[in-house]
């Protein structure tokens, strides 16, 4: 290789390009990025002025100055700017050069990508990457879909400025296609819904057993330094400590109850009713979001249906620690569900421990959990379920009764738990071996004749009601 040329190139100096770029440059890696906006450029390469990194404006000295195969990430934002990025540069790259994609992008847009790079042979990654723009800087998770020939020749950076987990790196070449970014949207799936949980748990803390904000931070410290460590728990600790600059007063009491989202939690509940695969904890996440940005009518309800005055103080901090774990569980027995369905009928052939793996590290849903997530599916890569595995059948065993418990006071005062409810509402469905769903079949063939089958003997049938 030409020593004058770069090992790796960057499209979009965003905070996310340029941290993700900076921690390439830390791992002795030469790299070169480019964006249109001069500002971006000539503070990156005033930050970068120690290490071997060049920025600039113009592609056609970034294409130049990369070694080949080239090797090109973006890090732009997920729909037109992606396709713009490809169709700018394409005319200036050589069969053989590898793109790859780390934004959040739809994977059936990956997918169309990379066939329509084919005929050019150029290699097409859709890689997710976790962890935000300090993961970036520090050592994000990634998951990397494509060509297996191709990753061989990104694997050596990722690897090197990835999280690490007893020193085994947070990132893989997950599987074929877009499996990288269909694997980064279940992630985000099962962030939504662990969040969701955070959220009724603090909703729990506040009015059925009064804490202040001071004794709910104190909780989710102890609860980080238990079975239920994990980056979302810690954050949050922190977040309710936090002090507002202009008042004095706690941040999260003036926060706006209205959460936003960008789409990729929508997008895993879209697809998971395309799958048939059931994933309720995430879809009531998605809900709560929306529910959320009903304020005037969740204010105008409040008055027409006041909530009951009674002492709600019946539930203990032990049973909602338990009932948040159980719900954890659930919510990544769900997705990991979905990413076997998705695995087969894609094509994807996506290995869960694998990717129970590099989650350890460096991502949003990091969490000690995924290590037990990890060795389930390790012992036994046809198990069909995380719920089926032996000591997840004993955890959820012992915590069930603290659930039913919280989820009851909860109904009983009225405290939202659409992602507790969802999770504990799947679990009891799962475990019915009957359900009363043999009604639905008789009511359509009721209204619709659309038949039924029988529990005594094979066939189709139809009745005349
Ligand atoms: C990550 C995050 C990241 C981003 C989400 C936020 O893994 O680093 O998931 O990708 O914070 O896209 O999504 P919403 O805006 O939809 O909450």
Redesign the pocket.
């Known amino acids: 290789m030409n020593s004058n040329l770069y090992d790796f190139g960057l499209v979009g100096l965003g905070v996310m390009g340029r941290n993700f770029l900076l921690n390439i440059a830390d791992h002795d890696f030469a790299v070169v990025g480019l964006d249109l906006d001069l500002e971006k450029v000539t503070s990156l390469q005033h930050e970068g002025s120690s290490k071997k990194v060049k920025a600039t404006q113009d592609k056609t000295e970034f294409i130049r100055s990369l070694a080949r195969p080239r090797r090109i990430m973006m890090l732009v934002p997920a729909g037109g700017p992606v396709d713009a990025v490809i169709n700018d540069l394409l005319p200036l790259l050589d069969k053989g050069d590898i793109i790859i994609d780390g934004g959040?992008s739809f994977f059936k847009d990956t997918d169309r990508r990379i066939e329509s790079l084919k005929s050019s042979g150029i290699s097409f990654f859709g890689l997710?990457?976790?962890?935000?723009a300090e993961?970036a800087r520090k050592g994000?998770s990634m998951m990397a879909g494509g060509d297996a020939e191709a990753y061989s020749h990104v694997q050596p950076i990722f690897e090197a400025v990835s999280a690490k987990v007893n020193g085994e790196p947070c990132v893989a070449r997950v599987g074929n296609g877009s499996a990288g970014h269909y694997v980064?949207m279940v992630?985000?799936g099962i962030?939504?819904g662990l969040m969701q949980i955070i959220a009724e748990s603090y909703d729990l803390m506040k009015y059925a057993l009064g804490y202040s904000n001071a004794q709910i931070a104190a909780r989710f410290d102890e609860w980080n330094a238990g079975r239920l460590q994990s980056f979302l728990i810690e954050i949050t600790a922190e977040i309710f400590k936090q002090k507002d600059e202009l008042t004095g007063g706690d941040l999260i009491d003036l926060i706006s109850d209205k959460a936003?989202?960008?789409?990729?939690?929508k997008w895993i509940s879209q697809n998971a009713l395309d799958l048939g695969t059931p994933i309720p904890a995430i879809d009531a996440s998605v809900s709560m979001r929306a529910i959320s940005s009903f304020k005037q009518e969740r204010e105008k309800a409040m008055l027409l249906y006041p909530k009951s005055q009674d002492d709600p103080t019946m539930i203990t901090i032990e049973e909602l620690e338990a009932t948040v774990f159980f719900s954890f569980i659930l919510t990544f027995a769900q997705g990991m569900k979905q990413l076997d369905e998705a695995s087969e009928l894609y094509g994807f052939d996506l290995h869960l421990a694998e990717i129970a793996k590099i989650w350890r590290g460096g991502?949003?849903i990091r969490a000690s959990l995924l290590e037990e997530i990890r060795s389930a599916f390790a012992d036994n890569s046809a198990l069909e379920h995380l719920l089926f595995e032996n000591d997840i059948v004993e955890m959820v065993n012992e915590l069930l009764p603290k659930v039913n418990n919280v989820v009851g006071v909860a109904a009983n005062t009225g405290i939202p738990v659409l992602g507790i409810g969802a999770s504990l509402n799947y679990f009891n469905a799962f475990r019915s071996a009957r359900l009363p769903l043999n009604l639905i079949q008789a009511q359509r063939d009721y209204f619709g004749a659309h038949t039924y089958e029988r529990t005594d003997r094979p066939g189709v049938f139809h009745t005349n009601w």
Request: hydrophobic share 10%; glycine share 28%; charged share 20%.
């Open positions: 959040n997710g990457v976790s962890g935000g993961g994000p980064k992630h985000n962030e939504y936003k989202q960008k789409g990729t939690g991502c949003i």
